[in-house]
């Protein structure tokens, strides 16, 4: 049996700001729809790239024809670096962009997470201009500043809990 070439094989790390990204970017059989970059919670509180909700986030929008790119945060599993606070982790992000934006040139790029990797998806997806569409999963609200995301005009979709 011959496999289909438009099927890709996951990528299974990235480069970095501070080394390696552990990662898996899991591609549809056919051209994608857009393609999400997917942050996982909080590092120092167990998150990680195979966290639940990521998981099943991951696998619904590659149902929906979406190409996902989840990774593990700097210091987290096989990921090169240390825990940096939050801003770190966003620069982690923005790589994460890059590799989703040369992978799949024109292709409409989504920023999402779930809770603090929902906080790392918005500030980051606010900001660059190649973001189109942004998704958070019960985002902290309570702990990190939301302020340029509430001026943003980007369309944004949040699931949380009460």
Same mark, same amino acid.
């Given at each position: 049996?011959?496999?289909?070439?438009?099927?890709?094989?996951?990528?299974?790390?990235?480069?970095?700001?501070?080394?390696?990204?552990?990662?898996?970017?899991?591609?549809?059989?056919?051209?994608?729809?857009?393609?999400?970059?997917?942050?996982?919670?909080?590092?120092?509180?167990?998150?990680?790239?195979?966290?639940? =909700?990521?998981?099943?986030?991951?696998? *619904? %929008? #590659?149902?929906?024809?979406?190409? @996902?790119? +989840?990774?593990? $945060?700097?210091? /987290?599993?096989?990921?090169?670096?240390?825990?940096?606070?939050?801003?770190?982790?966003?620069?982690?992000?923005?790589?994460?962009?890059?590799?989703?934006?040369?992978?799949?040139?024109?292709?409409?790029?989504?920023?999402?997470?779930?809770?603090?990797?929902?906080?790392?998806?918005?500030?980051?997806? =606010?900001?660059?201009?190649?973001?189109? *569409? %942004? #998704?958070?999963?019960?985002?902290? @609200?309570? +702990?990190?500043? $939301?302020?340029? /995301?509430?001026?943003?005009?980007?369309?944004?979709?949040?699931?949380?809990?009460?």
């Amino acid at each position: 049996m011959e496999l289909n070439p438009l099927v890709r094989s996951p990528i299974r790390q990235f480069p970095g700001p501070v080394g390696t990204l552990e990662a898996l970017f899991e591609h549809p059989t056919d051209s994608p729809r857009a393609v999400m970059i997917f942050g996982h919670p909080h590092p120092l509180h167990g998150g990680t790239m195979h966290t639940k =909700v990521v998981y099943r986030a991951a696998k *619904t %929008l #590659l149902e929906l024809r979406c190409a @996902v790119l +989840r990774f593990n $945060f700097r210091g /987290v599993g096989a990921s090169d670096g240390q825990w940096d606070g939050g801003l770190g982790e966003q620069d982690d992000f923005v790589a994460g962009i890059e590799l989703a934006a040369a992978t799949y040139p024109g292709v409409d790029l989504w920023a999402g997470g779930f809770s603090f990797g929902a906080w790392i998806a918005l500030c980051c997806g =606010v900001s660059d201009p190649r973001i189109t *569409t %942004l #998704l958070a999963i019960a985002p902290p @609200v309570g +702990r990190y500043d $939301f302020t340029d /995301v509430a001026k943003s005009q980007k369309p944004m979709h949040f699931i949380h809990g009460e």
